[in-house]
């Protein structure tokens, strides 16, 4: 699998980076372990996740996604092979300094991450979605300091917005602090808007790296979901409320006519649009089982035709719909 540069930082991550929010929550200890073997396997050397996956599942609780990839980790003896991400932000706890930003949470959260994940040091560390309760300033500095320590090699900022991507990097340059090498917005053919209005223009400007989320829309644009089925899992009623939209059925009902032109699955033509973006680094996949791990993994090899393309890129355009919105 090739490995492209992050943004303006040198480290590369591998085309497809492994999710695994689902570990510990839709997939227990053994299957995750299966599908972080498949995936290196296969070639994935980047893997995401965070402190607090997947604190929604029955009996789970946050780390626990952590704990598993750091078992993994030892066990196979392959830490200094793999690229890993994780974050910082969400509640660990009901405790007032368990969440957020702030010195406390990032220096304290980053020694436990640490010590679930059986490592020395954490690749990439993500602030997993903004704190309006803590200035920038003390979150970078924090940062610089565990880039100075060694714990961390690079930062990111996942779900932030343009206009705070833009202090951030004002802020680092004015007081010598580390910058976001990388942002981490959701991104899909049905989720097109959020990023390629407002954050693209600032990944070509200043030069961010984007691991992009949720390229399948929870599951959405794999033509499993109608108005009359629902597949059977667990995460069925938040993508039914996140996407079920007359134009996101349009647009499953595009990928289904060009999947079959093109003797490939729905999922498939899905991920392999996604890679077509330029400005995409790596998408991060989420998957259940082995199986979907190396259905997606095929999509890789897609090359969609350019009439194909076109369509898809009409299908999801989102221009004319901000334009009526003006
Ligand atoms: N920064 C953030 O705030 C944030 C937020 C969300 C996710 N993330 C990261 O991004 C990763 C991926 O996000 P995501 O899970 O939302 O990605 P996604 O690709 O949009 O959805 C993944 C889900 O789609 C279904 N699926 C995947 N491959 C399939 C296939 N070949 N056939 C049929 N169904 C398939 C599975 O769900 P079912 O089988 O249950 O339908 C799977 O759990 C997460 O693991 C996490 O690391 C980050």
Known sequence: MSARKLGKSGLKVSRYILGSMNFGWLVNEENSMKILDAAIEAGITTIDTADIYSKWGDGSYPGKS????GKWLKDRGV??????ATKVRGNMSDKPNDVGLSRKHILEGAKRSLVRLNTEYIDLYWNHWPDYDTPQEETLRAYTKLVDDGAVHYIGA????AAEL???LWVSDRNGLVRYDAIQPPYSLARRRDYEKLLQPVVEKYGFGVTSYSPLGGGFLTGKYSEEKMPDSKRAETTKTRYFKERNFRIVETLNEVAQANGVSIPQLALAWVLTRETITAPIIGVNSVEQ???????LE???PETDLNRLNEVSDWTEMDMLAR
């Open 66 to 69: 952590e704990e598993i990839i």
């Open 79 to 84: 830490r200094d092979d793999i690229v890993l």
């Open 158 to 161: 996942s779900n932030h917005t």
């Open 166 to 168: 833009m202090e951030s």
């Open 293 to 299: 791990l190396n259905e997606n993994i095929e999509a």
């Open 302 to 304: 897609i090359n969609i």
